[in-house]
């Protein structure tokens, strides 16, 4: 079994930044990649990036040039650096993790971009 959670989550004005942050523990070997997905009202969770065991990452169209995802192997964690923050990117922000081919998904933060 695997634990996430999240924290970093808040109220933060248009154009500012905000950095999230995810620890994982319990069977955390063999992990395949790790990443941040999202949910706005009334609307379905959505990739916003992630990062391979190897250092690769892939980022959603609409946060490229805005959004960082870092990992720190040793400590279990993956981050996601937020800048130029819009509107548009407020949701409930979850941290996800593969292992072994399954998923696993933290409780989620609640980032509100004011405009």
């Known amino acids: 079994q695997v634990h996430l959670m999240e924290s970093g989550g808040g109220l933060v004005q248009a154009g500012g930044s905000r950095r999230l942050s995810c620890v994982a523990s319990?069977?955390?070997?063999?992990?395949?990649?790790m990443g941040w997905y999202r949910q706005a009202p009334g609307k379905e969770r959505e990739l916003v990036a992630t990062?391979?065991?190897?250092?690769?990452?892939n980022y959603a169209d609409s946060v490229k040039g805005r959004f960082t995802i870092s990992r720190d192997t040793a400590k279990n964690m993956v981050y996601l650096q937020m800048n130029s923050l819009k509107p548009e990117d407020t949701a409930v922000y979850y941290c996800?993790?593969?292992?072994?081919?399954?998923?696993?998904w933290g409780q989620g933060t609640q980032v509100t971009v004011s405009s």
């Open positions: 996800n993790l593969r292992t072994l081919g399954i998923g696993y």
């Open positions: 319990g069977r955390t070997f063999n992990i395949d990649h």
């Open positions: 990062i391979t065991s190897g250092g690769s990452t």
